[in-house]
């Protein structure tokens, strides 16, 4: 059985794929590659996977994937490149606010450096990289997952490298057995609610809260857009599913919720399930998108200014693909609605804790 390899560890996603691959056995030994910085954090969720997984081993390796052989010792390069069956790349900037220059560092930079890596693997069985279903910028309609289309712009940084990445790995196709995963926007697990930071749909659930002690909450804007929110035990299971199937290899696929949900009922039902109310009236859009450049409103209301783009972006995932291999192995998408009064449970117990908030600038 051979070793797999992470990048972005202790990040949560490569920390739940860790402890689902010991769990369903498809690995007993798994190398992670940790930046100086974060040596503390992540042999803290070594020690506490390996408490759950006592017979499985955790190899923790000093390094950073900005640089050649991921800036490993040399010694450590010849112990393990042999080993690695499976290296799963997931390290990124995903901060929506995030600065061109740190961005294309880490996301597309970094990404090269691990292809190079990937090349001198002699025993690879498969590649498996994150990449984003938002790569599609702001191209609108059906986005295929075998497109990989320049579109006509991008909303933010972390949408164009995450973009200029993918097309890099693409260009390994002909030549590494890789398959290219194309998440929707990741919340907590569906049954317990359980994630480590409130991004995403979560600046929604800040700003209701901040503001539930005014009369009514209004609507932001008018939408007939849907937004693609999928729980982060779907990610896992599909992805540790599609790591062993044969006909993943060499594909690109959306793992995003195949019926995802108006941006409108989502809003209605965060307003209703936190404040008891449904929303009322309507803000301009134009108003809000103005009120969140001012730095003291993002803080307060606990929401980047970046995250109102996608209220009215009008496109649909295409998932044929990922749903048909998914469906032989019994994965489906949970509900994002029907599952969240979980994902609320889970916020209201932790909205105060520090380290679940993101910094907003």
């Known amino acids: ?39 503390v954090k992540a042999n803290i969720e070594k020690d506490s996977i390996i408490a759950e997984f006592p017979n499985c081993l955790i190899r923790i390796v000093e390094g950073d994937i900005t640089l050649p052989n991921l800036g490993l010792e040399n010694q450590t390069v010849q112990e393990v490149v042999p080993q690695i069956e499976v ?38 069985r498969r590649y498996m990289y994150f990449s984003t279903a938002y790569v599609a ?5 059906v986005l295929k997952e075998n497109e990989l289309v320049r579109p006509p712009a991008f909303k933010n940084y972390y949408e164009e490298t995450k973009y200029e990445a993918e097309h890099r790995v693409e260009d390994l196709k002909s030549e590494i057995p890789l398959t290219i995963i194309r998440p929707g926007i990741v919340r907590g697990h569906s049954e317990t609610g359980e994630t480590i930071k409130f991004d995403g749909p979560y600046f929604f659930l800040n700003m209701v809260d901040k503001l539930k002690w005014l009369p ?103 998932t044929t693909e990922a749903v048909a291999i998914l469906t032989k192995g019994g994965i489906t998408c949970p509900d994002f609605i029907d599952t969240m009064p979980i994902m609320i449970d889970f916020y209201l117990a932790h909205k105060e804790e520090k380290n679940y908030q993101i910094q907003i600038k």
């Open 1 to 39: 059985m051979g070793v797999h390899f992470f990048t972005g560890f202790p990040g949560f996603i490569s920390s739940q794929l860790i402890r689902e691959i010991f769990r369903k056995n498809q690995a007993q030994e798994v190398v992670v590659i940790v930046l100086a910085g974060e040596l």
């Open 87 to 124: 290296l799963w790349h997931l390290a990124a900037i995903y901060d929506l606010a995030v600065p061109r220059d740190i961005a294309w560092k880490v996301n597309v930079h970094g990404t090269t450096m691990v292809n190079d890596f990937v090349r001198s693997l002699p025993n690879l």
């Open 137 to 141: 910028g702001t191209r609108e309609g």
């Open 216 to 318: 009514f909450i209004p609507y932001i804007g008018q939408s007939t857009s849907t937004i693609n929110v999928v729980p982060v035990d779907y990610i896992i299971n599909a992805s540790t599913y599609l790591v062993d199937e044969k006909c993943a290899e060499g594909k690109t696929l959306h793992l995003t919720d195949p019926n995802p949900h108006p941006v409108q009922a989502v809003y209605r039902t965060m307003v209703k399930l936190l404040t008891s109310q449904s929303p009322k009236g309507q803000f301009p859009l134009i108003l809000a998108k103005v009120s969140l450049r001012v730095p003291f409103i993002r803080k307060k209301l606990g929401v980047e200014q970046e995250t109102l783009d996608y209220l009215t972006w009008n496109a649909h995932f295409d």
